[in-house]
């Protein structure tokens, strides 16, 4: 007759709950790549530049006028493409590749970095007086305080991506 082996706590591996992972991937990567292609598509679109001028935003009448549209549209390109690495950084995730998880920090790192330097250029051509390093600053901490989370995260559960 076999014995029963009763396995303690210590023994039994450790299973870590995947809600992030799977709110991430089936929601947030979705959501991000949809939004940021709409957001390209808009600016090489320069759609923006149909909204009435009289709607009080700071610094409009110059953005309007001072021929930013090649800018926008460099910068649209740059979140269509940023979009496209967003389904594709999440079909590797959900396939749990090796390169999956460097490739989604580098996806976070990128889209604050392009939202800084679309800043900091914008307020170099229309010569407006925005606070760009308080907003330069708080995206670049906002990016660092992300991917130091998803390291964390991520980090206890590497043995997944194997493949």
Request: proline residues 2%; positive net charge.
């Amino acid at each position: 007759m076999e014995e029963k082996r009763v396995v303690t706590q210590e023994e039994e591996p450790k299973v870590l709950p995947m809600k992030w992972y799977n709110f991430r991937v089936k929601f947030m990567m979705v959501l991000g790549g949809v939004s940021n292609i709409i957001l390209g598509i808009v600016s090489v679109s320069t759609l923006m530049y149909f909204i009435p001028v009289d709607m009080g935003l700071i610094g409009f009448e110059e953005y309007l006028y001072s021929g930013n549209k090649v800018f926008d549209i460099v910068y649209g390109v740059l979140f269509i493409l940023l979009g496209v690495a967003n389904f594709i950084v999440r079909s590797r995730m959900k396939r749990f590749t090796s390169d999956a998880l460097k490739k989604y920090y580098a996806l976070i790192i990128a889209e604050q970095a392009i939202f800084c330097v679309y800043d900091i250029v914008f307020a170099f051509i229309t010569n407006t007086k925005l606070d760009v390093l308080d907003t330069v600053v708080f995206g670049l901490a906002t990016a660092a305080v992300c991917v130091s989370l998803e390291i964390y995260y991520f980090n206890k559960r590497k043995a997944l991506f194997v493949n």
